[in-house]
């Protein structure tokens, strides 16, 4: 009876403990983006503002930033089998992203760069369903387009230096 009580104790010491431990914003980074040059169409609009959005509240966005952020954004659709009875067929949706991150004082520097996909299937419908498509379409572009920004975020974040990577590729093709 002694063990169950002192298990339950320690239990709820160790629950009291993890839940009060408070989740701390990132304030001593000290890069802060902005973005600058976006392609791709419509869809690059939505995802500039899906980013921008994430960028805010892991708060390392600033519109006056010298670390710039540009992207280039394209889809790629691809029919996948069809079914036996060849009533439906699987479509796949794939964003890709391709970032770039330079100073803009010294722009032949680029600090980060990193092409990112996500991808998204979903079951076509017949003609008379055509709406429920389009609404899979935007549904699994919204979803893409927040898995990529969260894992430029990360990528971003982890990366704390301004060095050059593509200079010191290119001095160390060099030198070998």
Do not use: W
Request: hydrophobic residues 45%; glycine residues 2%; charged residues 20%.
């Amino acid at each position: 009876m002694s063990k169950i009580k002192l298990l339950i104790l320690l239990f709820s010491i160790f629950l009291n403990t993890s839940c009060s431990v408070k989740l701390q914003n990132v304030t001593d980074y000290n890069n802060k983006f902005s973005v600058n040059h976006l392609s791709g169409g419509q869809n690059a609009f939505i995802f500039r503002n899906i980013f921008i959005q994430q960028l805010i509240a892991n708060n390392i966005y600033d519109a006056n930033s010298e670390l710039i952020i540009t992207l280039s954004i394209s889809n790629e659709e691809e029919y996948l089998s069809t079914s036996i009875t060849k009533v439906a067929t699987r479509k796949l949706n794939r964003l890709i992203i391709n970032t770039e991150v330079f100073n803009l004082e010294n722009k032949d520097c680029i600090l980060f760069q990193e092409n990112y996909s996500s991808e998204q299937s979903y079951l076509l419908s017949n003609s008379s369903a055509n709406l429920s498509n389009i609404a899979a379409e935007n549904d699994i572009f919204l979803i893409n387009s927040e898995n990529i920004s969260l894992k430029i975020i990360d990528a971003l974040l982890v990366k704390q230096d301004n060095f050059c990577e593509i200079n010191e590729l290119l001095i160390l093709d060099l030198i070998l």
